[in-house]
């Protein structure tokens, strides 16, 4: 799996490798920090929203069945309401598989340190929870694509001692906890059918090779 990538170093290169090498996950992740110009730019980010926007929807046009997730940061000083509107927008047009979303913090040494105005602390939080019951929501939709499907997937885990279940991964991403009666025999790359979405949970069967 590729890690985090700025969205300017994401070339069409590594989309069509994330399409065509079986060996690679379909997934990206994203920093996209915010879905406000002025707030990217206040950050020095070296992108804007409509760069982006129209890598987002080569992704989706290039490679079926991705998962996309993206970082964003909460409460970068000088973030009103308006921006973080903006931000609120642009996440639901774009409709990522999930967000990772943080508030942000300042570090000593740093310009951002000094800016102001900043976000209060209650705010920022409320807004920190919006996000990530967008994301709930987001994560919740691109899970229930998949039930029923047949997904190629690799093990992430051992036997769980309590219950016999193991955690595999598909190659878009899905965690996945499969009862195996404490014992797997898989290995290498094998498939997985999603049989059920409880609540945050997915869970599915191994197809014996």
Excluded: W
Aim: hydrophobic fraction near 35%; include cysteine.
């Amino acid at each position: 799996r590729l890690s985090s990538i700025e969205p300017q170093e994401l070339t069409a290169g590594i989309i069509r490798l994330a399409a065509n090498d079986p060996g690679l996950c379909r997934h990206f992740h994203i920093p996209l920090q915010s879905g406000d110009d002025r707030i990217l730019s206040a950050m020095r980010r070296p992108y804007r929203t409509v760069l982006v926007q129209r890598l987002i929807q080569k992704i989706y046009a290039a490679v079926p069945d991705v998962c996309i997730g993206m970082d964003v940061m909460v409460g970068f000083p000088g973030e009103d309401d308006e921006s973080f509107a903006r931000t609120v927008d642009f996440v639901q047009e774009l409709a990522p598989s999930y967000l990772h979303v943080f508030p942000f913090s300042p570090r000593p040494g740093t310009r951002a340190a000094s800016f102001t105005p900043r976000v209060p602390e209650k705010t920022a939080g409320q807004r920190v929870e919006r996000l990530r019951e967008l994301s709930r929501g987001f994560q919740r939709e691109f899970h229930a694509r998949f039930l029923g499907r047949q997904l190629p997937a690799v093990l992430e885990s051992e036997p769980s001692p309590n219950s016999g279940t193991v955690k595999v991964r598909t190659d878009n991403y899905i965690p996945v906890q499969v009862n195996t009666s404490g014992t797997c025999h898989c290995s290498g790359i094998f498939t997985v059918t999603i049989t059920e979405i409880a609540g945050e949970e997915v869970l599915g069967s191994i197809i014996e090779q």
